[in-house]
């Protein structure tokens, strides 16, 4: 069975650009989560869904941040406009509705210049 | 709020030394906790979980046992190989709030 996959891996961009990263959870998992980790930290909770209605999504900096889960699968997390505090790894992950355990995806690696 | 405090590193050890990471936590309610592993360019993994007080966590040598006294959730093992070099994160998961908090991690190497 696949993982959560994310893509792309890897975006270095401008400041001011806009960027976006794509998650495709775990088939069946209605729980989706995008994290943020930043160098040397843990991964903090940008924003959670139960299928597509955006349930947590309190620590979402929404002035420039917004996410979509259309359809209850994928979803989509994008920045606009990057800054340079925004660099980090950007991690997806998903679990079964109810359940602690989460999967995660390997990540994207956002580098603003 | 929820919080989770887990030993600084790094951590260097030699192959087959005994590991202890130490992670201490503060919650609302009963979470359950976990700790990941990160290696080197990938995502996060479940190493192993306990979800309720005096369970005890384990997989691939590692353990950990779930101390509502003293709200620890230490990691162990009793001889690490150099292929267990990576990051570890201890988590908690607030069901009521349905999210997990995370530790900063604590960054192991292991030397042959």
């Not at chain 1, 495709?24 to 980790?37: A, D, E, V």
């Not at chain 1, 917004?66 to 209850?72: P, Q």
Request: with cysteine; charged share 20%.
């Amino acid at each position: 069975e696949a993982g959560v996959v994310q893509s792309p891996r890897y975006k270095i961009i401008e400041k001011k650009q806009p960027v976006a990263f794509w998650c495709n959870p775990i088939s069946g998992h209605n729980t989706l989560y995008w994290y943020r980790q930043n160098l040397g930290q843990g991964p903090e909770l940008l924003i959670r869904y139960e299928n597509e209605e955006a349930v947590d999504d309190s620590q979402l900096p929404k002035d420039r941040f917004s996410a979509e889960r259309l359809k209850g699968v994928d979803s989509t997390l994008k920045i606009q406009p990057a800054e340079l505090g925004d660099s980090a790894v950007y991690l997806c992950a998903s679990s079964l509705r109810g359940e602690s355990e989460a999967f995660f995806g390997q990540g994207t690696r956002l580098t603003v210049v | 709020g929820n919080s989770v405090t887990q030993m600084e590193g790094p951590v260097t050890l030699s192959e087959e030394a005994f590991l202890t990471i130490n992670c201490t936590y503060t919650a609302t309610g009963y979470p359950s906790l976990f700790w990941y592993v990160q290696y080197p360019g990938e995502g996060l993994q479940l190493l192993l979980k306990a979800t309720k007080a005096d369970d005890k966590g384990s997989n691939k040598g590692f353990e950990a046992t779930y101390r509502k006294e003293t709200t620890s959730f230490h990691l162990e093992k009793g001889s690490v190989q150099v292929s267990d070099s990576a990051v570890y994160f201890c988590a908690l998961h607030n069901t009521n709030a349905g999210k997990s908090t995370f530790g900063d991690g604590t960054t192991l190497t292991v030397k042959p």
